[in-house]
C-alpha cells in the first residue's frame, strides 16, 4: 500500500493504459478485491476466526464506498480515454489521465487504511511480529530481484514489461513501434536502490509505530500521509524524468496505431465500460438489499 509511490516507472505506464482488467474479466477481478487488496492482513499473518469474520465485517462498507463513489470516477477517466483516442494524444495529456488514477489509488489508500488499523488493534504481538517480519522477507526478495540485475538488465526488464504491456492492448507492434520502446527504454534511469533504501527505513519506522503504544493509530496516519508527501530529491528527479520519457512513448506509440490496432484497443477499453457498469449495478442493487434488511440483521 505505501509502496506505490515508490514502485519502477512501468507501474504507470500500465496504469495510463487502463489495466483494470489486468486478468481476463474486471468483474473476476474486482469481485475478489478483499483477496487482491494489499492491505488484506490474511497475505502476512494467520487470523483466527474471530479476525477473519471481523475483516470480512470491515470489507463490506469499505467496498460499498468504492462502488459507490470511485468506479462512477473510472468510468468518467475511461470516457476520457476514449475521448483522448479520437485527436493526437500529447505527453500532457498521457500525464493528465496517470494524475487521474494517482489521485484515485491515493483515496484507496485513505480508506483502506482505516480497515487496516481497526484489524491491527485486534492482532497479538506474535501477529505483528509475523506481519513485520513477512514484510522484510518481502524486502529482501525485491532486493534479490532488483538490485542484482546489471544496467544490461535492467534495460532489457524494461523493454520487455513495456512491451508486453503495449501488445495486451493494441495487439503486435510494428517494428518502427518496437523500436520506439526499445530507445526508450534505454532512457530510464535506475530507481531501484534509492527506492528500496527508503522502503527499509519505512519498515524500520513502522516497526515502532506498531508497538501500539497510546495514540499510534494516528501516529501511522501522519506517517504515511508524510511518506506520500516528502519524496526525496534525488527520487523526485528519476520519477519525473522516467514520467516524461514514459509519456512521450505512450502518445508516439499510440499516434502510430493502425486500424487494426484502433480496434484492439477499443475493444479492451469496451470490455473495461461493461465491467464497470456492471459493478457499478451490482453495488446498487446490494446497497438496496441490505437497506431492506431488518436491522438486527446486518453486521
Not at 465491467?275 to 453486521?299: F, H
Amino acid at each position: 500500500m505505501i509502496d506505490v509511490l515508490f514502485r519502477g516507472a512501468r507501474v504507470w505506464v500500465v496504469i495510463a493504459l487502463f489495466v483494470v482488467s489486468a486478468c481476463s474479466s474486471t468483474t473476476y477481478v474486482y469481485n475478489r478485491l478483499d483477496f487482491l487488496l494489499p492491505w488484506y492482513m490474511d497475505d502476512y499473518v494467520d487470523l483466527d476466526a474471530e479476525q477473519e469474520v471481523y475483516l470480512d465485517e470491515l470489507l463490506v462498507p469499505f467496498l460499498a464506498w468504492h462502488r459507490a463513489h470511485e468506479l462512477p470516477v473510472y468510468l468518467t477517466a475511461l470516457n476520457r480515454i476514449e475521448g483522448s483516442l479520437n485527436e493526437p494524444l500529447t505527453p500532457g495529456g498521457v500525464g493528465a489521465i496517470v494524475t487521474d488514477f494517482e489521485s484515485a489509488w491515493l483515496r484507496l489508500q485513505g480508506e483502506g487504511l482505516t480497515q487496516l488499523l481497526d484489524l491491527g488493534a485486534r492482532l497479538s504481538d506474535e501477529q505483528i511480529a509475523a506481519f513485520l517480519e513477512a514484510l522484510w522477507e518481502q524486502q529482501r526478495e525485491f532486493e534479490e530481484e532488483y538490485l542484482e540485475r546489471d544496467e544490461e538488465e535492467f534495460f532489457e526488464d524494461n523493454y520487455d514489461n513495456t512491451l508486453d504491456t503495449f501488445q495486451d492492448y493494441l495487439g503486435k507492434l510494428s517494428d518502427d513501434q518496437k523500436q520506439w520502446v526499445r530507445e526508450s527504454s534505454r532512457q530510464l534511469l535506475r530507481s531501484d536502490q534509492v527506492w528500496l533504501q527508503e522502503r527499509a527505513l519505512w519498515l524500520t519506522e513502522l516497526g515502532i509505530l506498531l508497538e501500539r503504544e497510546p495514540g499510534w493509530q494516528e501516529r501511522v496516519r501522519v506517517a504515511v500521509s508524510a511518506k506520500n508527501k516528502n519524496i526525496t530529491p534525488e527520487y523526485q528527479r528519476v520519477y519525473e524524468h522516467n514520467m516524461d520519457a514514459i509519456y512521450q512513448l505512450i502518445a508516439q506509440v499510440l499516434n502510430a496505431r493502425s486500424e487494426r490496432q484502433s480496434r484492439h484497443v477499443r475493444g479492451k477499453l469496451a470490455d473495461v465500460r461493461e465491467d464497470l457498469e456492471t459493478l457499478i449495478a451490482q453495488g446498487k442493487t446490494d446497497t438496496a438489499a441490505r437497506s431492506d434488511e431488518p436491522s438486527n440483521n446486518r453486521p
